[in-house]
């Protein structure tokens, strides 16, 4: 089992360009989330899936991000356009189900300058 | 809706002596509680998690964790401290209807020689 993969490790990019996360659940998870990290907010739930389906993004921050989950396997968080503050450590972690352990991936730290 | 507060921001230990990071919860319902460990620049690890079997929780590395309803604590304890323990402590809580994970601030744990 090669965990919750993200991708890419880190990401250095201008204010107003595009930004995209990747991440990879492990197998036969059904639940998704993503949480960003800062200093000063700690960590911040922005999103969950449920089978596929949000089920909450009142954590999303503005319309800036959004995220989706077209497949069991696979989820993106994007932001459009990115802006400074935007810089933080972005985590997804999966789940087998309500309640169980949620297994981590080691996290995409985002520069936007 | 749920909630986790950790109580201390930064503990301080020397290596060898006990280890008390204190969380406290609300929710309205049974709650699955969960403490995770994050060393410098990494994830986060499940250290354990309560599920509502036995009230005293064993996890990895030593470390344990007793769920007191009467009290809604979950305080994590270790009864002799590594110098490889410094790292930050996050308390979790995980709805058992939703499956969604919120933290508290965090606690971060100075192991001095």
């Known amino acids: 089992d090669a965990g919750v993969i993200q991708s890419p490790r880190h990401e250095v990019t201008e204010m107003g360009q595009e930004v995209t996360l990747r991440c990879k659940p492990i197998s036969g998870h059904n639940s998704l989330f993503w949480y960003r990290q800062t200093m000063m907010r700690g960590l911040e739930l922005l999103i969950y899936f449920n089978n596929n389906v949000p089920i909450d993004d009142s954590g999303m921050p503005e319309d800036r991000f959004s995220a989706k989950m077209p497949n069991a396997s696979f989820s993106t968080l994007k932001i459009q356009p990115s802006e400074p503050r935007d810089s933080a450590v972005y985590f997804c972690a999966s789940s087998p189900g309500q309640g169980s352990g949620y297994t981590f991936g080691s996290g995409t730290r985002l520069t936007v300058v | 809706a749920q909630s986790v507060t950790q109580l201390d921001s930064h503990v301080s230990v020397s290596e060898g002596t006990p280890v008390l990071l204190r969380c406290n919860y609300s929710?309205?319902?049974?709650?699955?509680l969960f403490w995770y460990v994050q060393h410098p620049n990494k994830g986060l690890q499940l250290l354990l998690k309560y599920t509502s079997a036995a009230t005293l929780v064993k996890g990895i590395n030593g470390f344990e964790a007793e769920f007191k309803k009467s009290e809604t604590s979950f305080h994590l304890t270790k009864p002799s401290a590594h110098m490889s323990d410094a790292a930050e402590y996050f308390c979790g809580i995980g709805s058992s209807n939703t499956g969604k994970l919120i933290f508290g601030q965090g606690t971060t744990l100075q192991v001095k020689p």
């Open positions: 929710s309205s319902y049974s709650p699955s």
